[in-house]
């Protein structure tokens, strides 16, 4: 149109979205993060959500930082009032997202990131259907195994106990997930992460996030 300003703004705006990471035990997910959310490759407006866990904090883990560290009975009351987001029982122990977490995020206009398991990830998707998936996977089951022996130094049941539940997370996470991300070489796997963050945010059309 001769004469007409253009604005992109008319027909494109940001609106804040929820971003879910979830992969196997063992395969990186933290230390893809790290890489990630780092001081010199920070998203702006991109925040991670903190899980609750019912399990002990380990090494220089901070309380209300890397987790809410709650007790069985703390958590199994959150779950009575209905205020997680999701929740699963895994590995032995109670790991859920509080609603009101990723709520204040979206009501900053900030994107929400959530890394979770998978169980609590479809649940996620369920009551934010707009939600984006993304699984980090390794490169090899061998891989795998190598990575979660050198990790947990656990007994050769327990390996294969993880190994199992990996295989059930990566066919579900084939059939569900919107993105697989390979954890192959740590510096390519966090720039392929964000490439994946960036693009969704330049979609031309966002439906409104409510979370159900």
């Known amino acids: 149109m001769r004469g007409a300003s253009y604005d992109p703004t008319n027909w494109f705006r940001h609106k804040p979205r929820v971003f879910i990471v979830s992969g196997p035990s063992g395969v990186g997910k933290d230390t893809v993060l790290?890489?990630?959310l780092g001081a010199r490759n920070a998203i702006s407006g991109l925040k991670r959500c903190v899980t609750a866990t019912t399990r002990e904090r380990k090494g220089q883990e901070v309380p209300d930082v890397d987790y809410h560290f709650l007790s069985v009975?703390?958590?199994?009351?959150?779950?009575?009032?209905?205020?997680?987001?999701?929740?699963a029982w895994f590995a032995g122990e109670w790991y859920g997202t509080p609603r009101a977490e990723?709520?204040?995020?979206?009501?900053?206009?900030q994107d929400a990131l959530l890394k979770i398991e998978v169980k609590g990830a479809l649940q996620v998707k369920q009551r934010i259907p707009e939600a984006v998936m993304i699984f980090i996977a390794p490169p090899s089951m061998e891989v795998l195994r190598r990575r979660i022996?050198?990790?947990?130094?656990?007994?050769?049941?327990?390996?294969?106990?993880?190994l199992q539940i990996a295989r059930e997370e990566i066919k579900i996470a084939s059939e569900r997930y919107d993105y697989?991300?390979?954890?192959?070489?740590?510096?390519?796997a966090a720039r392929r992460l964000r490439s994946i963050i960036e693009a969704e945010r330049s979609r031309i059309w966002h439906p409104e996030i409510t979370v159900k």
Not at 149 to 161: D, G
């Open 34 to 36: 790290e890489r990630l």
């Open 73 to 87: 009975s703390q958590f199994e009351g959150m779950i009575a009032q209905d205020v997680l987001l999701e929740h």
């Open 102 to 109: 990723v709520e204040n995020i979206l009501a900053g206009n």
């Open 149 to 162: 022996r050198k990790r947990h130094r656990e007994k050769t049941e327990e390996i294969s106990r993880r």
């Open 180 to 188: 697989v991300v390979i954890n192959d070489r740590l510096p390519a």
